[in-house]
């Protein structure tokens, strides 16, 4: 007989995210146990539970989701949760706290449908913090030639480009840019034929008076609340051209984002030793996006 | 597919109510997401996350129940609830604090039974709590001619009167009753047809030295923990005759109770646009006593 | 229509037991409620939820679990938990805290598949704990001649046999035994047949220097963290001869403890009646072995 799927949905804040649980039995799951005020320390009784209860053919019927709205925080829990397994005895795992894994690989896909990222130049605004680093992290990847990554303080850029280069080991492709005006914008944009703004909410960071630029052939924003990171971009648009760029706003590129957490969940289930992190899970979306061709 | 119906069973209080996750599996609902400790200043967060993870044609498949033990501070929630929608981002969402809604419907549709709401007197003994103001405001809404509500109070019962009135914009029907000496009993009963004992657990608002008053034909009381608030009535009566008086205890009401909430948990999920108050639960019961006459 | 299989998973830690809910899950229940921070104070409320919603024909499609490393105070909330029925209003409710009652049993029947119990002398090392003591209680039960119970105080030693002796009603059999020095390990085990090991995790009860001991034909260790308890014994071994003695550790007796976990929790449906702990459990798990061979 076919074991249940369980979801271990597993929250660093104090309340086991709603959005996670819905999205979770849409996927699929048969039954969501939800632990809040998880930490890296109490995380690994958790796992032992999950891996020490179905045999080795039946675990990949278990798995644990990481969220919450500290992603720092999270990522030390999914890291626990990888030093808990014994051998065969593991279950899969994914990791998206305040959704900066979809919402990563959804924004780099809508603007992968209108542009090459081989070779390209790209710009990530506000970009030190953990959507913009695994906005980054994807271009780089995806051979990007050059990815900007700007932030008021000229330190937080070069410590972010340096982390990113440690983990992906591609050099001489990140560069931190600081941008510490609105005035500034052009400068920052430059060559780049793709920009994305993940600052945080109500910061304008791209203003009107500045918009468009002319190199610019795609913006996406990440930040859904007003006023938006890119003041011409409205949260709803989805690949709308506004004085010849083709834009995004956060809800625009939701749709696709829902679509890669439910696939990622599915995906869970298929066997015991996957680990979702955002390598994985762009490429599940580009998985989605190829099969929607 | 039709997606899976998922409740969100908030409660006020510090643990869930399995009585009310009880009825809920119950009533039919496929998942149950319990949150406990629910403020008017966390819930927005639960909410949106409700209504911002599936589409609008499947919003109706998600809704929110209203528990614990404040009736006042869940009334707050469900405000607060309400204030959280976006437009048709919404979901159905019922009230039902400590079984408060529930409980008045049963009581008010229990003496229904048996007389003509219609230009009758009645007396709520003890009705300035959630309970006795809900059966107040039903007999009013119903089209009696009076409705006494008794406190040991004045300045309480003519509270409660007057926020009624408001509510319901009916005048001259509601009458604050001071009622603080239970020899006193008869003037407050007066020409009432129907009594509801509304009182806290324990309290004898009506002795046996006292009883019948040939006036009352139906006598309902709601308080389950003896001694109860009519001396003469055990909790268990339903409909039974004693002395003349037909008489209902709170487990006498309580198998109508169960149904009711039972159907509202229901009604919830056939649009998204439910918001299930006292009014709306006590329809819900009328439709169940004519269905089953 | 058959109500669906609820299980109320109560957990006396601040946390619900992944291990316990996936574990209930598997044995067949339709939805769990999991409530963590139960003490005997609070679980009343929770009974009287699980009691009074559905009908007397229903009640057996609901069930409490007791779980959560404390077994002491598992035992008081399962006390509690018996006083709060009302006559027929009650449902089926089991102990596992820390897995005692399941261990014990799956324990005592690895030993009793190759001795029989009746009439055999056994020694049960550290037995003062709650494993040990539902080991020699059963052990006791099934007219064992002779059941030591070692511990390094000479009062704990006797206050465990008076409890068990009172319990049992049976006088004679239960010898308290001080056990303060590995060296005398061979006076501890003397004539048993069959020993157990029950210390706390990474205490040497029974060290290779001396093993084996002739009289002692199986030997079992319930400790699964190394060192282990019986340092011949590997805790993966099931029913592995080592120098000529039949050894158990406590993953080898992990596949039939899972077994009688499942049967129990599938036994609490069969009626609304039942309350299981170590004498009901170790009876499950007496008619699996029987059913098996």
Redesign the interface.
């Given at each position: 007989m076919t074991?249940?799927k369980?979801l271990?949905q597993l929250d660093t804040d104090n309340?086991?995210?709603?959005?996670?649980?819905?999205?979770a039995?849409?996927s699929g799951i048969?039954?969501?146990?939800?632990?809040h005020d998880v930490t890296p320390q109490?995380v690994t009784?958790?796992v032992?539970?999950?891996i020490?209860?179905?045999g080795p053919a039946d675990l990949k019927s278990?798995a644990i989701f990481v969220g919450g709205s500290d992603v720092g925080f999270g990522e030390q829990v999914f890291e626990r949760i990888k030093g808990s397994f014994f051998g065969p005895c593991r279950v899969s795992a994914m990791l998206d706290s305040n959704g900066s894994n979809t919402t990563a690989a959804a924004a780099v896909l809508s603007a992968a449908k209108h542009v090459n990222l081989a070779g390209i130049q790209a710009t990530v605004l506000a970009g030190t913090g953990p959507v913009g680093a695994r906005i980054a992290e994807i271009l780089a990847r995806s051979g990007a030639s050059k990815v900007k990554i700007t932030s008021r303080s000229a330190e937080r850029a070069a410590d972010t480009c340096q982390i990113i280069q440690q983990k992906t080991e591609i050099n001489d492709v990140l560069v931190p840019t600081v941008l510490d005006n609105v005035e500034s914008i052009a400068d920052a944009v430059g060559e780049s034929s793709i920009v994305f703004a993940c600052g945080g909410a109500g910061i304008t960071l791209w203003p009107k008076s500045h918009w468009p630029i002319s190199q610019c052939r795609v913006a996406v924003d990440v930040n859904a609340v007003p006023p938006l990171g890119i003041e011409s971009i409205g949260a709803t648009d989805s690949a709308t051209e506004i004085d010849g760029t083709i834009c995004y706003g956060a809800i625009g590129v939701g749709g696709i984002k829902?679509k890669i957490h439910k696939l990622a969940i599915q995906k869970l289930f298929e066997s015991n030793e996957q680990m979702l992190d955002i390598v994985e899970i762009y490429q599940l979306g580009q998985s989605l996006v190829e099969k929607n061709q």
């Open positions: 074991k249940q369980i271990i309340r086991s995210s709603v959005f996670d649980s819905i999205t039995i849409d048969d039954h969501l146990l939800c632990h109490n009784e958790i032992h539970g999950a020490f209860t179905r278990t829902m």
